[in-house]
């Protein structure tokens, strides 16, 4: 399908000849940075396509497997959508190793190589979950605030959805760990 000059809210005048921005830095700056972060999540976003099983796996609750046998079908949807926001600046999608997520991925598959199957367990995913979606949430809001000031209508867009979405999903685990998880936990605890 070829494109309109339109270029899918774009705006080639400030994302190319450095004008500058409020705060006094250049768009083609903020430009490279917002570049920079996206491939940076692209990559997060594939290697949690891979370490999301590994949890639903080793998980025990059925509540938390629901919920993140649901959170693997829109990271899927996620990754997608950042190579939308790619195609919409006219670029290729391409990952750049993210060592944050890298780095909280190998914490939670430590926690998961330690711990049987079972309540203390399940906590311990949920935890490293949750620190995964908070550094999505940063990640995410901190690219539409850039895409706003860029201008990049369709990008906003596109990102506004995964961070809505990333939020809901770090409200849901924290459902399932007050509603079982976390007390069985607890009460395993006392048992010992
Ligand atoms: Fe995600």
Wanted: charge should be negative; glycine fraction near 6%.
């Amino acid at each position: 399908m070829k494109k309109e000059s339109g270029n899918n809210g774009v705006k080639q005048k400030s994302a190319s000849n450095g004008s500058t921005n409020k705060g006094g830095m250049q768009s083609s700056q903020l430009m490279e940075l917002f570049i920079t972060e996206l491939k940076d999540i692209y990559w997060a976003e594939k290697a949690l396509i891979t370490a999301i099983p590994k949890m639903i796996k080793k998980a025990t609750s059925e509540e938390l497997i629901s919920a993140l046998e649901s959170h693997l079908k829109e990271t899927k949807e996620q990754a997608t959508r950042v190579e939308q926001v790619f195609q919409s600046i006219n670029l290729k999608p391409v990952g750049k190793k993210c060592e944050a997520i890298a780095g909280l991925i190998k914490e939670a598959e430590g926690i998961m190589e330690e711990c049987e199957p079972g309540a203390m367990c399940d906590a311990g995913i949920i935890a490293g979950s949750q620190k995964i979606e908070h550094y999505e949430i940063a990640s995410y809001g901190t690219m539409r605030q850039f895409a706003e000031t860029l201008e990049l209508s369709k990008a906003v867009k596109l990102l506004e959805q995964t961070l809505v979405e990333e939020k809901a999903a770090d409200v849901k685990l924290t459902e399932v760990a007050v509603s079982a998880v976390n007390v069985e936990a607890a009460e395993l605890e006392e048992v010992k």
